[in-house]
């Protein structure tokens, strides 16, 4: 593992919310605003560049936990600017306060967990389960 990063050292992302990105079962179509779903790929990703930037040729980021609550709609057309923050560091375990907003209006928060792993290692756990 490379470098850590430090408490409050922060990553961003941007998204633009498009129609393929609402929220949509196998039902049809909920509602006209961002999916569940899209939001957590987002706000993972976003937690994910601080990753890019510790994990050797060698390494590999597994998530670990992914808490959301949503605060306001994300309509399509609207950027969505995600703000990920290191709330701590321990072993190989990195947590991340994520805020998403739409311009100054909150729109989620929530946190991410990702451990940093060797490939090898990841890769004897998942064989070990397979059936």
Do not use: Y
Request: hydrophobic share 40%.
């Amino acid at each position: 593992m490379k470098g850590t990063f430090q408490i409050g050292d922060v990553r961003t992302h941007h998204f633009k919310v498009t129609k393929d990105h609402l929220a949509t079962f196998e039902s049809g179509p909920v509602h006209p605003v961002c999916s569940t779903f899209i939001l957590a790929r987002e706000m993972e990703w976003s937690s994910r560049l601080f990753l890019l930037d510790m994990c050797e040729a060698d390494e590999e980021g597994v998530g670990t936990m992914l808490q959301i609550e949503h605060k306001s709609p994300a309509f399509v057309g609207e950027e969505l600017n995600l703000e990920a923050r290191v709330m701590s560091f321990a072993k190989n375990e990195l947590i991340c306060g994520i805020e998403v907003k739409v311009g100054e209006r909150l729109v989620a928060t929530g946190k991410t967990g990702q451990k940093i792993m060797s490939k090898d290692k990841i890769t004897q756990i998942f064989t070990s389960l397979e059936r």
